[in-house]
């Protein structure tokens, strides 16, 4: 099915390249993906961020994204802030506009002083002038929900204010809604608003532009420990729950999150799955051309990743698993190679040490292009405690790559449900260990998951994807507005 004839628009809190872990590249490749589905005649939809950064970090990432082949367009990447003192988005001429915020912010403000007591972070353009003045809401989880007065300023000072966060984003959408309409001469053109932040979507529950639809998509869990259909719910998602209805769709990632909502809350018809894929190899690396006994894992260390888990089943293993037949060598064959960062690398070098695995386990920060190495390695390993999807497992899937990993809500049950890789209870570190040992052990076990993995890929493949994406966005334009 093709995408209806409409103005596209991914929103996101923040796209920035290494961090968020698979929300930034799930987002990335959602749009690429539409722009491949023959989005707005192939350039897709329009990518729009509201972090407060300078212009040129956000350059920056533009940049990096197109290296990545993330980005085809930087000029279809747009930022608030970028926006808010007069620029224009990337690849267009900027207007000269007076020192002082832009003439839609301006227009936006009403007439108003900033909290008392309350501290504020001035926001300049890039020649140094103020632009806004943003409450710091230090310590609260729930900050965006304030309703504290956003400065606007002039070229003599502040001359109004917005309503909070929510006021400012929305009036930013307005005006990037009424320029796509006044650019393709159609003031009620529709706009399809693809909301990828939980945050935003809560912001957008007064969004009421005519012919504006917002399809929320969901990336994780909504779930507190221990993640199953009934545990009691994430207090952020318990609050998001209270409004979904005012949404036009609902995109969820797998089919199992989607009947344990309907169980609790009901069925809507706003429902919609839409799995995120991976492009599938054309041809699969056999398991006896990989590197045998290399293990690898792609995710943020982060608690929730629960990569200690992985070390220490790791550990165990390694007793088990055959000698190396290199010569001169009796070291174990096989080794851990951790990709990615975060805040958890202190406390897992202490573990390495105390488990005396230096040399067995790498911590190898980082690495941008890190999926290449599932056509090498013998297979992916996870061990998160919670997932929405768990984009790693398509990937690995569509390099032909057996998984292991816990069995968690709600995405590796889904990904592996054809095959591909073994499942194991959530947080059982000795049947961890005992099926790495196993399919480590079992070159032929290797080869027959590594093809189930790439059939599992190519059921999966972007085409269905985006049809159900597109059919999703055509129930929602077909029926009036939720707001």
């Known amino acids: 099915m093709r995408f209806p004839d409409a103005e596209y628009l991914v929103l996101s809190s923040r796209l920035v390249p290494g961090l968020d872990g698979g929300f930034t590249i799930a987002t990335m490749q959602r749009a690429r993906h539409m722009a491949a589905a023959g989005v707005d005649a192939g350039r897709g939809p329009w990518l729009l961020t509201v972090d407060p950064g300078a212009r040129a970090e956000h350059d920056a990432h533009r940049a990096e994204f197109a290296r990545l082949g993330l980005l085809a367009d930087p000029a279809r990447m747009r930022n608030l802030f970028d926006e808010a003192g007069g620029a224009a988005p990337p690849g267009v001429t900027a207007s000269t506009e007076a020192a002082g915020a832009a003439a839609w912010l301006v227009a936006a403000a009403r007439p108003g002083a900033l909290a008392a007591g309350l501290p504020y972070r001035t926001v300049t353009d890039a020649a140094g002038h103020p632009v806004i003045d943003l409450p710091v809401i230090a310590g609260d989880p729930d900050w965006h929900l304030s309703t504290a007065p956003v400065g606007v300023w002039g070229p003599e000072g502040i001359i109004g204010v917005l309503e909070g966060f929510g006021g400012l984003y929305r009036a930013w959408l307005s005006h990037v809604v009424a320029r796509l309409r006044a650019a393709a001469r159609d003031p009620e053109r529709p706009v399809v608003v693809v909301c990828e932040s939980r945050q935003l979507g809560e912001l957008l529950v007064p969004f009421a532009e005519p012919g504006v639809r917002i399809v929320h998509t969901i990336h994780t869990a909504h779930?507190?420990?221990?993640?199953?259909?009934?545990?009691?719910?994430?207090?952020?998602?318990?609050?998001?729950?209270?409004?979904?209805?005012?949404?036009?769709?609902?995109?969820?990632?797998?089919?199992?999150?989607?009947?344990?909502?309907?169980?609790?809350?009901?069925?809507?018809?706003?429902?919609?799955?839409?799995?995120?894929?991976?492009?599938?190899?054309?041809?699969?690396?056999?398991?006896?051309?990989?590197?045998?006994?290399?293990?690898?894992?792609?995710?943020?260390?982060?608690?929730?990743?629960?990569?200690?888990?992985?070390?220490?089943?790791?550990?165990?293993?390694?007793?088990?698993?055959?000698?190396?037949?290199?010569?001169?060598?009796?070291?174990?064959?096989?080794?851990?190679?951790?990709?990615?960062?975060?805040?958890?690398?202190?406390?897992?070098?202490?573990?390495?040490?105390?488990?005396?695995?230096?040399?067995?386990?790498?911590?190898?920060?980082?690495?941008?292009?890190?999926?290449?190495?599932?056509?090498?390695?013998?297979?992916?390993?996870?061990?998160?405690?919670?997932?929405?999807?768990?984009?790693?497992?398509?990937?690995?899937?569509?390099?032909?790559?057996?998984?292991?990993?816990?069995?968690?809500?709600?995405?590796?049950?889904?990904?592996?449900?054809?095959?591909?890789?073994?499942?194991?209870?959530?947080?059982?570190?000795?049947?961890?260990?005992?099926?790495?040992?196993?399919?480590?052990?079992?070159?032929?076990?290797?080869?027959?998951?590594?093809?189930?993995?790439?059939?599992?890929?190519?059921?999966?493949?972007?085409?269905?994807?985006?049809?159900?994406?597109?059919?999703?966005?055509?129930?929602?334009?077909?029926?009036?507005?939720?707001?």
């Not at 839409?274 to 792609?298: C, D, K």
């Not at 897992?348 to 695995?357: K, P, Q, S």
């Open 223 to 483: 779930t507190e420990p221990p993640h199953t259909p009934d545990a009691p719910l994430n207090p952020l998602w318990a609050r998001w729950f209270g409004i979904m209805d005012a949404f036009d769709a609902i995109v969820w990632p797998t089919p199992s999150q989607a009947a344990a909502v309907a169980a609790r809350f009901g069925a809507r018809d706003t429902f919609a799955i839409v799995p995120h894929p991976a492009e599938p190899a054309a041809t699969r690396v056999p398991a006896a051309a990989r590197t045998p006994g290399r293990v690898i894992m792609l995710n943020r260390l982060a608690p929730g990743k629960r990569v200690d888990h992985a070390i220490r089943a790791f550990a165990a293993a390694l007793a088990q698993l055959p000698v190396s037949v290199e010569p001169g060598t009796q070291a174990p064959a096989a080794r851990l190679d951790i990709y990615g960062d975060g805040p958890a690398r202190a406390q897992l070098e202490a573990l390495i040490d105390e488990l005396g695995l230096r040399g067995r386990v790498h911590l190898l920060g980082h690495v941008p292009e890190a999926s290449s190495e599932l056509d090498d390695a013998a297979l992916l390993l996870l061990t998160t405690a919670f997932e929405g999807q768990g984009l790693v497992v398509v990937e690995a899937l569509s390099h032909g790559c057996p998984v292991i990993s816990y069995d968690v809500g709600y995405g590796p049950h889904d990904m592996l449900a054809g095959g591909g890789g073994v499942l194991v209870p959530s947080g059982d570190l000795e049947a961890l260990g005992v099926a790495l040992v196993r399919v480590l052990g079992d070159e032929r076990l290797r080869e027959r998951l590594g093809a189930e993995a790439l059939a599992a890929a190519h059921r999966m493949d972007i085409a269905s994807s985006m049809s159900a994406l597109a059919a999703a966005v055509a129930r929602a334009l077909a029926g009036p507005t939720r707001r």
